[in-house]
C-alpha cells in the first residue's frame, strides 16, 4: 500500500509542476512577480501583509488561501487592492496548502494587467506548502519567535525552499524564554545564508525593509528603477 | 484528475480506519488509555507534556511524531518514561500527520504492559492529523493565544473533533492584542461548550488541572479510582 500511495503523490508532483509552468507562463506574460507567503498559522502573514502593501509603490493583488472562509480577505479589504478568496474544503475534509491547480482556477478572478505583484497567502501550515510549486517567483516563509528556536530543524523543507524568512513578532521577545541567536543558527543550518529579516508587525520595526524588498523584487523582475 | 483523487483519499481514509481499529483493539487489550495530541507547530505541545508528565501518578509513555529529528523525545527523556520517537520524512517531503499505519508501525517499540497512558504527539498542522483516527480514546488540542482569536474558525475541524483544548501561553496575553473572549467565541461557535482549560506551561498556570485530567481519564477508563 505504501508504494502504490508514494506513486500516486509522485503523479500528483508531475501534474503539479506541468500547471505550475502554465500559470508561471500567464504570470510573465502579464509581467507580473508572484510571492508564494507561506507560515504556521497565526505566524502573522496577513499582518505583515496589511503592514506592508499599505503604501507600496506598485500595483498589488493578493490570493488568499484558507480551508475556510474569508476573514483574511476581509482584513485587507480596506488596502482598496484586488484580493481574491481560495477555500481549500471542497473534497475531504480540506486540504493543507494549495497547490498549482487550486491557483490556477483563481486566475480567472485576478486581473493580472492591473497589478505588478501578486502575493499568494497560503494555508497556514509548515509541511506540505512547500511541497507544491504554484508558479511562484519567490518563496517568502514567515517564522514567529513564539514557536520557538527549534523549527528549522522539525520542518527543514519549508525552510529550505525559502528565498526570504520574516522573523516575526520581535516585539515579544522579551517574554520568552526563546533564544534568537539559536534559531538563526538552526536556520543557517538547513538553509545557509538564506536571506532574513527581523520584524514586528505589531511595532512597526523592519517592516520599512519588507516593504523596500518587495517594492525592489518587482523592479529587478520588470528591469525598471525602483 | 480531481475525481480520481477524491476517490484514492476516500480509499485511504477507509484503510486508516481499519488500522485504526486493530490499533484500539490492541490498546484495549493492554488496559492502555490513548491520547491524540495535536496543534500548530511551537504551540507547546511537548512543553505542556514535560510540565504534566512529571509528578503523574499513572505510568505513561509518550510516541513523537515528527517529520525529521528526535528534538522533542530528547526532550522527555529527563523523565525517565518510555518515549518512541517516529519519522514521516521516509517518502515524499515528509508527511504533515501522523496515521494509523504509521502509530501501528511503532507499536512494537512500545511496552504497552508497562504504561496505563499513552500520549501520541502529532506532526504540528492544524489540518491533516484531525482526519486520521489512530485508535485513540480522546483528541486534545493545544491552541496558543499568540495565534491569533480567529483559528477555530480558520482550521474548523481539528477544533470540532477534539475533546479538550489547551489553551496555552496565557502568560503573554498582557502583551498581546488579542482578544480571549473572542477566541472562547469562537471556539464554541464550531464546537459548543467543548472542554477547554486555560495554561501556562511557563508559569505553571493550569498545568495542576491538566494533570488531574489526564489522571481522571486514565481512571475513568479503567474503572479505578483515581
Redesign the interface.
Known amino acids: 500500500?505504501?508504494r502504490v500511495?508514494?506513486r500516486?503523490?509522485e503523479d500528483?508532483l508531475d501534474?503539479n509542476n506541468t500547471i505550475a509552468r502554465a500559470n508561471r507562463a500567464d504570470f510573465d506574460a502579464h509581467g507580473v512577480t508572484v510571492i508564494n507567503l507561506m507560515s504556521?498559522?497565526?505566524a502573522g502573514k496577513t499582518t505583515l501583509l496589511e503592514r506592508a502593501l499599505g503604501g507600496l509603490s506598485v500595483r498589488a493583488g493578493v490570493l488568499e488561501g484558507?480551508?475556510?472562509?474569508s476573514?483574511d480577505a476581509d482584513r485587507l479589504a480596506h488596502l482598496h487592492i484586488p484580493v481574491v478568496q481560495l477555500n481549500t474544503d471542497g473534497?475531504?475534509?480540506?486540504?493543507?496548502h494549495l497547490d498549482a491547480?487550486m491557483v490556477r482556477s483563481a486566475l480567472p478572478a485576478l486581473a493580472l494587467d492591473d497589478i505588478d505583484l501578486l502575493v499568494v497567502e497560503n494555508?497556514?501550515?509548515?509541511?506540505?506548502p512547500?511541497?507544491f510549486r504554484i508558479g511562484e517567483d519567490v518563496r517568502v516563509m514567515v517564522s514567529?519567535v513564539?514557536?520557538?528556536e527549534?523549527?528549522p530543524?522539525?520542518?527543514?523543507?519549508m525552510f529550505r525552499t525559502c528565498d526570504l524568512v520574516l522573523v516575526n513578532?520581535l516585539?515579544?521577545m522579551p517574554?520568552?524564554?526563546v533564544d534568537l541567536e539559536r534559531f538563526l543558527h538552526n536556520l543557517d543550518a538547513v538553509h545557509p545564508d538564506v536571506e532574513r529579516m527581523l520584524v514586528s508587525a505589531?511595532t512597526g520595526e523592519g517592516i520599512d525593509a519588507w516593504r523596500t524588498w518587495l517594492s525592489e523584487l518587482v523592479a529587478a523582475r520588470s528591469g525598471a528603477a525602483v
Open positions: 500500500m505504501h500511495k508514494v500516486v503523490v500528483a501534474a504556521s498559522p497565526g484558507d480551508v475556510q472562509g476573514l473534497g475531504f475534509g480540506g486540504e493543507c491547480n494555508v497556514g501550515n509548515l509541511v506540505c512547500a511541497e514567529s513564539t514557536e520557538g527549534d523549527k530543524l522539525k520542518y527543514p523543507l513578532k516585539d515579544l517574554h520568552l524564554e505589531r
